[in-house]
Nanobody, 115 residues
Framework: VQLVESGGGLVQPGGSLRLSCVASGIIFRIVAMGWYRQVPGNQRELVAS???????NYADSVKGRFTISRDNTNTAVYLQMNSLKPEDTAVYYC??????????WGRGTQVTVSS
């Protein structure tokens, strides 16, 4: 199964983007689906995650600005990003955490917030 991200790009501060991540097949034993981001030289950090039961977790830096959602079949996860700031600039990665197996990762999509 592959994860394919889309929706990244260049946006001005205060703008919005919507990231999408679609799985090429069904993934079993999902613990959570989510988004991470990474800036060169820094560790990859969790942005937001959502469980199949709907429990959501956000990084403090994005609370109130970003919204994560998923489809009912758990084959797609989305990240609506509003009020974007230059410090949100990063490569955003889709992640699916599963029990008793390695995580699935997308290849990443660049988000650049700049005037």
């Amino acid at each position: 199964v592959q994860l394919v991200e889309s929706g990244g790009g260049l946006v001005q501060p205060g703008g919005s983007l919507r990231l999408s991540c679609v799985a090429s097949g069904i993934i079993f034993r999902i613990v959570a689906m989510g988004w991470y981001r990474q800036v060169p030289g820094n560790q990859r950090e969790l942005v937001a995650s959502i469980t199949p039961g709907g429990t959501i977790n956000y990084a403090d830096s994005v609370k109130g600005r970003f919204t994560i959602s998923r489809d009912n079949t758990n084959t797609a996860v989305y990240l609506q990003m509003n009020s974007l700031k230059p410090e949100d600039t990063a490569v955003y990665y889709c992640n699916v955490n599963v029990r008793r197996s390695s995580d699935y990762w997308g290849r990443g999509t660049q988000v650049t917030v700049s005037s």
